[in-house]
């Protein structure tokens, strides 16, 4: 979702992940500064749950109940990267959720879209059958309203019709 919006709202036509292009200009995933000095990557990722701190009025926070803070659990060497937050929040695209320790992006949305998210963790993670993640009963209903409104709008089509 970052890349996208990166390319085109942004007009970074060579945004990416420095996971998957290391050379990119415009790196708006970036390793993360701690794991640049990294060699021997065993255990060295951010793993185990963190907290994060969901903006006030965000969808995010709305998913989750109107809590302000929530704690997911993380596997990952990546992240946003902040040298491009003012621009992505000049367009329209919000960091909805922060860890309050280290400032790192945990969330971004899209205000105003069906359901435009994206999160720095894993919330499969926290999911079961009985208990689904927050995040995925939201979209699921998202996609349900979206499905209903696109059929809602169709016209009938006439029976035997010839083209």
């Known amino acids: 979702a970052v890349i996208e919006f990166a390319r085109n709202v942004l007009h970074l036509k060579d945004a990416h ?10 790196a708006v995933i970036d390793l993360m500064e701690e794991q640049k000095k990294v060699t021997n990557k065993g255990g060295t990722m951010r793993l185990g749950a963190y907290p994060c701190t969901l903006k006030e009025g965000s969808r995010a926070r709305e998913i989750y109940g109107g809590v302000s803070t929530i704690s997911e659990r993380h596997r990952h060497r990546y992240e946003f990267n902040d040298t ?7 367009k ?11 400032g790192l992006v945990e969330i971004v949305e899209l205000p105003g879209h069906p359901f435009f998210i994206g999160v720095q963790y894993h919330p499969e ?3 079961t059958v009985e208990n689904p993640h927050p ?13 209903e ?4 709008n169709k016209k009938p089509s006439l029976q035997g019709e010839m083209i």
Do not use: C, H, Q
């Not at 995040?135 to 499905?147: G, H, I, S, T």
């Open 84 to 90: 491009y937050l003012s621009a992505f929040e000049d």
């Open 135 to 147: 995040l995925f009963v939201d979209f699921v209903r998202a996609a349900k309203e979206y499905a």
């Open 125 to 127: 993670l926290k999911s």
């Open 17 to 26: 992940s420095t996971e998957m292009n290391a050379n990119t200009s415009n």
């Open 92 to 102: 329209g695209m919000i960091a909805s959720g922060k860890n309050p320790e280290s």
């Open 149 to 152: 409104e696109k059929n809602a």
